[in-house]
């Protein structure tokens, strides 16, 4: 951007892009098709075979199985009458079921409405 000397800046060219003698879009082609692309590796570090990929998802394997028997532990462990009472949704479904528990009850002793019920 630049000052056109009032202190203004000139916003018609901040957009503009210098064109370019490469050709973006074969070079795109070329890097999906793994064309001229150099395999680098850190120094020292040889390509993995099929054995060392199946050691890597056995390894794997393990360490997702013992995160998930560490978390089915620590959810049955956590699942105590503190953490059930701490919650605001226990104690509106045990308002809720007071409420619709006592108007059950309370219709129990009362008659079936006739027809003759509502006459004055």
Known sequence: MSSN????????????IEESSIDWDSEWKKVLNDEGQPV??????????EGDRLKQKVKLATLDATI??????????????????????????????LSFGSAFIGTMGQEAYTDDSFMV
């Open 5 to 16: 000397g009032n202190g203004d800046i000139d916003r018609d060219n901040e957009f503009e």
């Open 68 to 97: 998930l028997a560490t978390k089915a532990k620590k959810s049955a462990t956590s699942l105590n009458a503190s953490a059930l009472t701490s919650d605001w949704k226990f104690w509106v479904g045990i308002i809720a079921l």
């Open 40 to 49: 680098q590796r850190e120094p020292g570090r040889a390509a993995w075979n």
